[in-house]
């Protein structure tokens, strides 16, 4: 991400360069924006002590519990957080088992009101039946279509049948898209790579990989804050041979700082280990959403355009981020397509109904 100046600054009325460094607008490459209401959401009903009752007992009753007007104020509050953190793109992966028809519009909407770009998809699942699967397929397949940007999802190899995994695997094919999917996140999933090898290309953005056994083709989407909290082990991305990039697996869209981390991580795991590779999964984002290369962030750090001072340097924030073609999204660390305060608020009201489901 090479510094360089903003584009059509006399739109702002000021040098919005003048501040920090300015780089390229971030991509998260892998997001989960229905999970942004989660934040202090109820306990449940006990503790969790592995990977798999942490998807029973919280996410899976999360997702069960999502309406339209829930993800909307998840999705615009995920967007406007992005935003405030210099991430410009962000590809998504959604599931909302008992709102599944539109919700990819919901989303592709309530972000481009904040100005954010989207590359989305729905993840398939059998958990909910077949009937739950075809109708994931059908808002994947009417999505894009209809010309949405974005892949197939599915959630996840053990949760889905192997007819629902080639029907998925089809119809990205015959869409002339890829299929953005969790492999081998934790041990109920360490078939994966056996069941997905017929079937994986090198168009599918594959999700954590920690556990798996033999090599897929595809971009290798890491997340090691996410991997960190549920306590799946560290996939060592950088021994794979696949291109890695970064991304927050739901966890906000922080990229600077969910850049920190996968350097710490890999630091861990071998101590000659240089923030530049960290980094290049930055960078690598830009395969997924091309675009963001020529949106232009004014940071609060002068050196935010180095791996090497950013590594080291906590608390940088994005104050200004322009558009490629000239509009200002954010001016001195406020967005401007819309206001915050009623953001926030319409997310504190829609988690308050989602929490009293839970």
């Known amino acids: 991400m090479k510094a360089t100046s903003p584009p059509n600054v006399s739109r702002a009325g000021r040098n919005l360069g003048a501040m920090g460094a300015?780089?390229?607008?971030?991509?998260?490459?892998?997001?989960?924006?229905?999970?942004?209401?989660?934040?202090?959401?109820?306990?449940?009903?006990?503790?969790?002590?592995?990977?798999?009752?942490?998807?029973?007992?919280?996410?899976w009753r999360l997702d069960t519990a999502l309406d339209l007007d829930m993800l909307r104020a998840s999705a615009r509050l995920g967007a406007v957080e992005a935003l405030l953190a210099g991430t410009t793109g962000i590809v998504d992966h959604h599931e909302s088992p008992n709102a599944i028809e539109g919700s990819l519009d919901v989303i592709a909407d309530a972000c481009a009101e904040v100005g954010v770009r989207t590359s989305l998809a729905y993840g398939v699942t059998d958990r909910h039946g077949p009937?739950?699967?075809?109708?994931?397929?059908?808002?994947?397949?009417?999505?894009?279509?209809?010309?949405?940007?974005g892949m197939v999802g599915v959630h996840a190899a053990f949760t889905c049948t192997d007819d629902t995994l080639a029907a998925a695997a089809g119809l990205a094919a015959e869409l002339g898209v890829g299929v953005h999917i969790h492999v081998a996140e934790g041990s109920p999933d360490e078939a994966a790579g056996a069941r997905l090898e017929p079937l994986a290309a090198d168009d599918?953005?594959?999700?954590?990989?920690?556990?798996?056994?033999?090599?897929?083709?595809?971009?290798?989407?890491?997340?090691?804050?996410?991997?960190?909290?549920?306590?799946?082990?560290y996939g060592r991305p950088a021994r794979k041979r696949n291109d890695v990039v970064l991304g927050t697996d739901g966890i906000g869209a922080d990229m600077l700082e969910e850049f920190r981390l996968a350097y710490v991580a890999h630091r861990a795991d071998d101590v000659t280990a240089s923030p530049d590779t960290a980094w290049s999964w930055i960078t690598n984002g830009y395969r997924l959403l091309p675009e963001c290369e020529g949106d232009r962030v004014t940071w609060s750090y002068d050196h935010a355009d180095s791996p090497w001072h950013v590594a080291f340097t906590p608390g940088i924030r994005a104050l200004d981020v322009v558009a490629a073609d000239g509009e200002v999204l954010v001016e001195g660390g406020r967005p401007t397509r819309v206001h915050l305060d009623e953001v926030r608020a319409h997310a504190a009201e829609q988690a308050a109904r989602l929490f009293a489901l839970l």
């Open 131 to 149: 009937d739950g699967a075809r109708r994931g397929l059908a808002e994947n397949e009417r999505f894009l279509r209809a010309g949405g940007r």
């Open 204 to 233: 599918w953005l594959i999700v954590h990989c920690v556990r798996l056994d033999r090599e897929l083709p595809g971009l290798l989407a890491h997340n090691p804050r996410s991997n960190m909290n549920n306590a799946v082990g």
């Open 22 to 59: 300015v780089t390229p607008g971030l991509v998260c490459s892998h997001h989960h924006l229905y999970s942004t209401l989660a934040r202090g959401m109820p306990a449940p009903p006990r503790t969790p002590t592995g990977f798999a009752e942490i998807l029973e007992q919280i996410w």
